[in-house]
């Protein structure tokens, strides 16, 4: 059962255009989620997280947006860059237990000039 | 500056053989993590570890096990490797509490022959 789904597998945009990843989650126990990006051949490096006490988390260009009702978030990204060009995974924490992530199988987002 | 190395980059090993994975954390993380990314399937956990010498399966600990001697280091072990544990082996650390991001290594591409 997957409790993390990202259900675009690809993204394409323009340079300097905005990026709109999705994420939507089944588990009402998680309480903290995170982004991560990850280019080829690379570990995932951690992006931006929000707590699932906030709506919203901005760093940069990128703002994370939580809607708990829909149990839906999304990663902006503006403007869209050429290297922003990667996978990206959404990853929550269950409120109890130990700090596991659970992932969603990622998208591929690919920003042209 | 968090950093997670692992053992190697790249390695071939042949059916059945016993596959040795190192990964070394130098932040003094309590929590370390292995896990296994897959065209399509995302990142799945293999097994984790809160403390020295203690471990927890995670979603796929079958025909995995590890081990920790060490705070700094968690080993995989694929105790008979098989061409279906051919894939990209990511380890990550983190700390207790706090933000709850995992830090990843660059990972080790494994291919079984």
């Known amino acids: 059962d997957q409790q993390v789904k990202q259900n675009s597998p690809s993204l394409s945009v323009q340079e300097g255009r905005i990026s709109i990843l999705n994420c939507d989650y089944t588990?009402?126990?998680?309480?903290?989620f995170l982004w991560y990006k990850k280019y080829p051949a690379e570990g995932p490096t951690f992006l931006i997280s929000?707590?699932?006490?906030?709506d919203k988390n901005e760093d940069g260009r990128f703002t994370v947006f939580l809607n708990k009702s829909a149990k839906h978030l999304s990663l902006h990204i503006v403007p869209s860059q050429p290297g922003d060009s990667a996978v990206y995974f959404c990853?929550?924490?269950?409120?109890?237990?130990?700090?596991?992530?659970?992932f969603g199988k990622g998208t591929m987002l690919l920003v042209s000039p | 500056d968090v950093k997670v190395t692992q053992s190697s980059r790249y390695l071939v090993k042949r059916t059945g053989e016993k596959v040795f994975l190192e990964c070394v954390q130098d932040?003094?993380?309590?929590?370390m993590f292995w896990y296994r990314q897959d065209p399509g399937l995302g990142l799945r956990l293999i097994y984790f570890s809160y403390d020295v010498k203690m471990k927890e399966k995670g979603d796929i600990p079958e025909g995995y096990s590890v081990s920790r001697e060490k705070k700094e280091r968690f080993s995989l072990i694929l105790e008979s490797a098989s061409t279906n544990q051919t894939s990209m082996y990511l380890c990550?650390?983190?700390?207790?509490?706090?933000?709850?991001?995992?830090?990843f290594g660059p990972g080790t591409r494994l291919t079984v022959t």
């Open positions: 588990n009402s126990m998680f309480d903290y």
């Open positions: 929000i707590s699932s006490i906030k």
């Open positions: 932040m003094d993380h309590e929590n």
């Open positions: 990853a929550a924490k269950k409120y109890s237990g130990y700090s596991t992530l659970t």
């Open positions: 990550a650390s983190s700390a207790v509490g706090g933000r709850y991001e995992q830090y």
